[in-house]
């Protein structure tokens, strides 16, 4: 199969881009097998790159007072796109090139095999978080697991759901928690998005559509069964079986939030890659299933569902009410987000790992931790206010706790700069105050040294030392 073969114009000149919070751009639109791309002449012009991978649905209309042909693209990211047309046949023609390269399902086409990283890899992120290298860490346990390798060949098989009859375990307790199955979180995400557009309506009929949206009702029931979990392990000591349905949707979520809870490794940036790598990629999440689609889809799948993003909309609640626990910022979840939708990078292709082997993507992609490992691109997503907390965080699941992550659901709605710009104040203002402390010690060592300098030589008597003044 060819690309050109979709591409029904490849270029059009004199389109116009308008996003939200920046100023309209006109240029040259240029469709390629796996961008949608405008260029501007005109000087300090960002260029419009965008997958086509990452448009989840488009929509088309004409203005009445100009005459124009507006293409509206609709992207998984929960943005929108407008594009101004002079044509309507170009617009047509561009909207139908668009749709059809986004639902090329030929795997070997995506576009992380046709990238070429354009910085030098400072370590492998397909080998950062290998199994031996991650069971190594927990040497509580090296004396009772081992790793086992009797399903190398991607073999064996279980079969999910249910439960087991309790006569069958006669030592443990069972303790059942009710969460919702993936199908419900798509719907409630339609409706999540529906009203975080929405800036027309009342607060009274805004509140009811969040509430009838249950979205914040997820996040309260996997929070809560997260704390149960953690507590029975935090308290009693007791080893506890998470069992859902299936084991890879919100049997992952609910691992993953314990483990954040409990472990403040898994609360710095590599001890959470390596949490998403070990509980949600070799656990088997089918990303490629599941993000297929996002919010503005239309479709008739049932496969699809936010079942990470539920996830990550979980860690933010914690990280706003811890914010000081969390080496990586708000950013840092935004981006894992988007990757999980559409990305340059081979980490979230495909369902699982067989299948991520069976196309070589290790040798012929690039790994998103490759990508986030360079400082350069890690000092982005630091979070300026981390004090280490070695201890267990307990989240607040009260309604009035748990709030709408608008930063992610609203950032198309209600500019972020001045939040980004605060943020950056306070980067800077730790960073200072770094300084300072560096240069306190450094003059405290040189006072020191003095000191003795002058008790040598009989110069000061030690009882003429201030308090504040003794070399340590």
């Known amino acids: ?46 260029e419009l790159w965008l ?20 293409l509206i693209l609709k992207c998984k990211d929960l943005q929108m796109i407008e594009l101004e047309f002079n044509g309507g046949d170009d617009c047509l023609d561009v909207a139908s090139s668009i749709e059809n390269l986004s639902h090329v399902d030929d795997i070997s086409l995506k576009y992380p095999f ?13 080998q950062t978080f290998l199994p031996e290298n991650e069971y190594t860490r927990f040497k509580d346990c090296s004396e009772e697991w081992r790793l086992s390798y009797v399903n190398k060949d991607y073999k064996s098989s279980v079969v999910g759901g249910g439960y087991e009859p309790e006569v069958c375990y006669p030592q443990w307790r069972r303790i059942h928690q009710s969460l919702d199955r993936r199908q419900a979180f798509h719907d409630s995400l339609i409706k999540l998005m529906e009203l975080s557009l929405d800036n027309t309506s009342s607060m009274d009929k805004w509140l009811s559509k969040l509430e009838s949206s249950n979205w914040l009702s997820h996040v309260k029931d996997i929070l809560t069964c997260a704390c149960t979990v953690a507590q029975c392990i935090d308290s009693e000591g007791a080893s506890v079986l998470v069992h859902g349905s299936e084991g890879f949707d919100t049997t992952l979520q609910v691992t993953s939030l314990v483990q954040l809870i409990l472990d403040h490794d898994c609360r710095t940036i590599n001890g959470f890659e390596a949490l998403v790598e070990r509980e949600w990629l070799q656990g088997g999440h089918p990303f490629a299933d599941r993000c297929s689609k996002s919010a503005f889809a239309i479709t008739k799948q ?75 691109v890690l000092q982005k997503y630091l979070n300026p206010m981390y004090d280490p907390n070695p201890r267990v965080i307990w989240p607040s699941v009260a309604p009035q706790s748990l709030v709408l992550w608008s930063g992610l659901y609203q950032r198309s709605i209600i500019d972020q700069s001045k939040q980004k710009e605060a943020w950056q104040e306070v980067s800077k203002i730790r960073e200072y105050d770094k300084e300072l402390r560096s240069k306190v010690t450094k003059l405290r060592r040189q006072l020191a040294s003095l000191e003795r300098e002058a008790l040598g030589v009989g110069l000061i008597l030690p009882s003429e030392l201030g308090v504040d003044c003794i070399p340590e």
């Open 114 to 126: 046709f990238y070429r990283a354009g910085f030098e890899p400072l370590e492998d992120g397909w």
């Open 1 to 46: 199969m060819e690309f050109a073969e979709f591409i029904k114009t490849p270029t059009v000149e004199n389109v116009c881009m308008k996003l939200t919070f920046s100023k309209a751009v006109t240029g040259t639109l240029c469709i390629t097998g796996h961008h949608v791309i405008l260029s501007s002449k005109s000087e300090n012009h960002e």
């Open 51 to 70: 997958l086509h991978s990452a448009i989840d649905s488009t929509e088309k209309k004409m203005t009445q007072s100009n005459g124009k042909y507006i």
């Open 302 to 376: 049932r496969s699809e569902s936010p079942v990470f993003l539920l996830f990550l909309d979980c860690v933010w609640q914690i990280w706003q009410q811890f914010p000081c626990s969390f080496e990586f910022n708000e950013e840092f979840l935004v981006l894992l987000f988007e990757h999980t939708y559409s990305s340059q990078f081979g980490t979230f292709l495909c369902n699982n790992e067989k299948e991520r082997k069976e196309c070589k993507w290790s040798s012929r992609t690039v790994s998103l931790w490759t990508y986030l490992a360079r400082p350069e």
